[in-house]
Nanobody
Framework: QVHLVESGGGLVQAGGSLRLSCAASGFGLDQYTIGWFRQAPGKEREGVSCISRSGDNSYITASVKGRFTISRDNAKDTAYLEINTLEPEDAAVYFC?????????????????????WGQGTQVAVSS
């Protein structure tokens, strides 16, 4: 199994920025498609973004497109989610997930059930 650990969450003022990290161990991160998900209290877990194993293909959900950026550094076995211009609606626990066969395709709805490995999540809070 690959183990994932998210970090970088915290309390940020509305309009600010945050960079979340997802560090992998056990196996090289380049073997996995990476997805970012978030779950707010009382809400279902929703897909935010994904990036292919090589980083050539990525997807960002329409609700955050233009403010969020996904990237990865396979040499460091780490993936990132940059969140800009934070809004109160962005407050949630953010999860990193990995899967060896999931295809990150533009326009494809991210489904949590299709990702095999998950981190513990990192809390993002927004003040205003």
């Amino acid at each position: 199994q690959v183990h994932l650990v998210e970090s970088g969450g915290g309390l940020v003022q509305a309009g600010g920025s945050l960079r979340l990290s997802c560090a992998a161990s056990g196996f090289g991160l380049d073997q996995y498609t990476i997805g970012w998900f978030r779950q707010a209290p009382g809400k279902e877990r929703e897909g935010v973004s994904c990036i292919s194993r090589s980083g050539d293909n990525s997807y960002i959900t329409a609700s955050v497109k233009g403010r969020f950026t996904i990237s990865r550094d396979n040499a460091k076995d780490t993936a990132y989610l940059e969140i800009n211009t934070l809004e109160p609606e962005d407050a949630a626990v953010y999860f990193c997930a990995a899967d060896p066969i999931y295809q990150c395709l533009t326009g494809t709805h991210l489904q949590p059930d299709l990702f095999e490995y998950w981190g513990q999540g990192t809390q993002v809070a927004v003040s205003s």
